[in-house]
């Protein structure tokens, strides 16, 4: 599908996400309601006598696309984020005695350096925001920029440009960890489609030319001391019609095209590749899974079969030891933001970013023996072991990033069958040298 029909599909998949954002809007605005109406009555009941220890609040900032067009996908994980918030703050963490508990506050960076940059003026110049967690798009230089003579600790995910010999500096960037490492786990998610697909011809990786940089030249290293067929193609933004690019891969031998996040392209590819009928070529894309129902709506039911996408839902991990706390509260989370907003919530991905993040924190926090001093909460990250809902690993990457700060993953791998996400493969972490 071409023209006008094409440019209307990608307009409708835009506004169904737009309304999710909208439906999470009003339903944070409830819940607040009844947030204060609760506290209301239990002050009443009480006479306004404190009933328990309060908890002292430290805030932490989540920088990322809430509106323009990567808007969903930020607002996507907001309802599970704010569950899991919740259900960690009824314990909260202690350190040296005294309780604390998190509170979230989101900041829209438009997808942009300019719009990360002014994000994280606001956030440290106003609202005297100390702790970045969760940060995943564009903006990672600029906010960095800002962040580090700030001393502003950010855990944010690495790749593109922030990898170890790249615009990445451990000297310049001494408040930087990588709690999330998106460039190991493209490298391990292509692994585990190899070891799932032994007899693969060859993978065709696609990806924005806005992703070009030396993190694409430090993947090309990496897959090819790793023996692993493959066959990139590049695609200028905004780009609708793939059938080129898919031609292409068809003629370089590929029978699996994987994509390096972009989830619109992802999506018209698996729709367009089965049109031009060829259906032996299996798709998919990094990133956690959305609804598999958007992406039978965009690609259609038969289309969807079989796309692949990294998968967070720790309770299904094979190989990957997770504490069944941890388990149990992402499930929890997950039935929680289900009843606010009054539909089933699938997206299990934002599990092991924002709150992984969190646990990561307040660990450190506890290991310094103190919640602001970012030199010793630093400290106590870098070469630290942290258990998170993404698994326990202990920082590494000393010589490969220059300091020990990238943490691990469980790199699972799931897959659309029927309009259900299920499990598909897992490729163990190995820490860095």
Same mark, same amino acid.
């Given at each position: 599908?071409?023209? %006008?029909?094409?440019?209307?599909?990608?307009?409708?998949?835009?506004?169904?996400?737009?309304?999710? /954002?909208?439906?999470?809007?009003?339903?944070?605005?409830?819940? !607040?309601?009844?947030?204060?109406?609760?506290?209301?009555?239990?002050?009443?009941?009480? *006479?306004?006598?404190? !009933? @328990?220890?309060?908890?002292?609040?430290?805030?932490?900032?989540?920088?990322?696309?809430?509106? *323009?067009?990567?808007? %969903? $996908?930020?607002?996507?994980?907001?309802?599970?984020?704010? @569950?899991?918030?919740?259900?960690?703050?009824?314990?909260?963490? #202690? &350190?040296?005695?005294?309780? +604390?508990?998190?509170?979230? &506050?989101? +900041?829209?960076?438009?997808?942009?350096?300019?719009?990360?940059?002014?994000?994280?003026? #606001?956030?440290?110049?106003?609202?005297?925001?100390?702790?970045?967690?969760?940060? $995943?798009?564009?903006?990672?230089?600029?906010?960095?920029?800002?962040?580090?003579?700030?001393?502003?600790?950010?855990?944010?995910?690495? *790749?593109?440009?922030?990898? *170890?010999?790249? @615009?990445?500096?451990?000297?310049?960037?001494?408040? &930087? &960890?990588?709690?999330?490492?998106?460039?190991?786990?493209?490298?391990?998610?292509?692994? @585990?489609?190899?070891?799932?697909?032994?007899?693969?011809? #060859?993978?065709?990786?696609?990806?924005?030319?806005? /992703?070009k940089g030396i993190g694409w030249d430090y993947v090309d290293r990496d897959l090819e001391a790793a023996g692993i067929r493959y066959h990139h193609e590049w695609y200028p933004p905004g780009t609708t019609d793939y059938t080129a690019y898919i031609t292409r891969f068809k003629e370089a031998g590929c029978d699996i095209i994987y994509g390096a996040g972009d989830v619109l392209a992802a999506m018209m590819i698996t729709k367009q590749r089965w049109d031009m009928g060829l259906k032996y070529i299996k798709t998919g894309t990094s990133g956690g899974l959305l609804d598999p129902k958007m992406y039978i709506d965009v690609s259609g039911y038969d289309a969807s079969q079989g796309f692949i996408a990294e998968h967070a839902a720790p309770w299904n991990y094979k190989q990957t030891a997770v504490n069944p706390k941890f388990i149990k509260m992402c499930q929890d989370a997950m039935k929680l933001a289900s009843e606010r907003l009054g539909k089933p919530y699938n997206y299990t991905a934002w599990t092991d970013w924002g709150p992984s993040h969190l646990q990561i924190l307040s660990q450190a926090m506890e290991k310094a023996g103190s919640v602001d001093d970012p030199d010793k909460i630093m400290n106590a990250i870098r070469g630290g072991t942290f258990d998170t809902n993404a698994g326990k690993y202990t920082m590494s990457g000393e010589k490969t990033y220059g300091s020990p700060i990238v943490f691990g993953s469980a790199g699972a791998l799931s897959i659309i069958q029927g309009d259900k996400e299920v499990y598909f493969s897992e490729s163990p972490w190995k820490p860095l040298p």
């Open positions: 599908m071409h023209g %006008p029909q094409q440019g209307n599909m990608v307009e409708a998949i835009h506004e169904q996400l737009g309304k999710q /954002g909208r439906r999470i809007a009003q339903m944070k605005k409830w819940c !607040a309601i009844g947030t204060i109406l609760l506290a209301a009555v239990i002050g009443l009941s009480t *006479g306004g006598s404190a !009933a @328990a220890e309060q908890p002292t609040i430290i805030k932490v900032g989540v920088i990322m696309p809430l509106s *323009g067009p990567a808007g %969903p $996908w930020g607002q996507i994980g907001i309802p599970v984020g704010e @569950a899991w918030e919740d259900l960690f703050n009824k314990e909260g963490f #202690r &350190v040296n005695g005294k309780l +604390y508990n998190f509170q979230t &506050v989101y +900041y829209d960076s438009l997808n942009t350096p300019e719009g990360g940059a002014s994000a994280a003026r #606001r956030m440290i110049f106003e609202d005297k925001v100390k702790f970045i967690v969760g940060h $995943w798009d564009t903006s990672f230089l600029a906010v960095a920029a800002i962040t580090n003579p700030n001393k502003v600790i950010l855990i944010a995910r690495n *790749g593109n440009e922030a990898v *170890g010999g790249g @615009a990445y500096n451990p000297k310049k960037m001494p408040y &930087v &960890v990588f709690g999330t490492p998106s460039h190991e786990r493209f490298i391990s998610d292509v692994k @585990a489609i190899v070891a799932a697909f032994p007899d693969y011809k #060859r993978i065709g990786i696609s990806d924005s030319t806005l /992703g």
